[in-house]
Nanobody, 130 residues
Framework: EVQLVESGGGLVQAGGSLRLSCAAS????????IGWFRQAPGKEREGVSC????????YYADSVKGRFTISSDNAKNTVYLQMNSLKPEDTAVYYC???????????????????????WGQGTQVTVSS
């Protein structure tokens, strides 16, 4: 079955860390734009961090720069989001998405392109307590 499987969410205190994983099943991440998006209650979905295996670019939203790091492990066909110095405002459901031959990471994360992504994960809850 072709799908994205996310893991790693949970409850953490402010200042803590979590690592989210997005594993591709049934396909590889070659030539894909892959991203992490989040949606908090009552808010629109937003791009957090994206990576392109086409051009190697990475992108971070201003709100997470210096705290989050996106990376990929080709051998495991998995993309990670290391989240450090977490804040209560990071609380949201985090989704992984991937788009074959998608745009560079900045365009994928910050525009409307991602809404038509080829694959979406089921989402994982991240809750940061104050």
């Amino acid at each position: 079955e072709v799908q994205l499987v996310e893991s790693g969410g949970g409850l953490v205190q402010a200042g803590g860390s979590l690592r989210l994983s997005c594993a591709a099943s049934g396909f590889t991440f070659d030539d894909y734009a892959i991203g992490w998006f989040r949606q908090a209650p009552g808010k629109e979905r937003e791009g957090v961090s994206c990576i392109s295996t086409l051009d190697g670019s990475t992108y971070y939203a201003d709100s997470v720069k210096g705290r989050f790091t996106i990376s990929s492990d080709n051998a495991k066909n998995t993309v990670y989001l290391q989240m450090n110095s977490l804040k209560p405002e990071d609380t949201a459901v985090y989704y992984c998405a991937a788009d074959f031959l998608g745009p560079s990471s900045g365009a994928y994360c910050s525009g409307d392109y991602y809404s038509s992504s080829d694959y979406w994960g089921q989402g994982t809850q991240v809750t940061v307590s104050s």
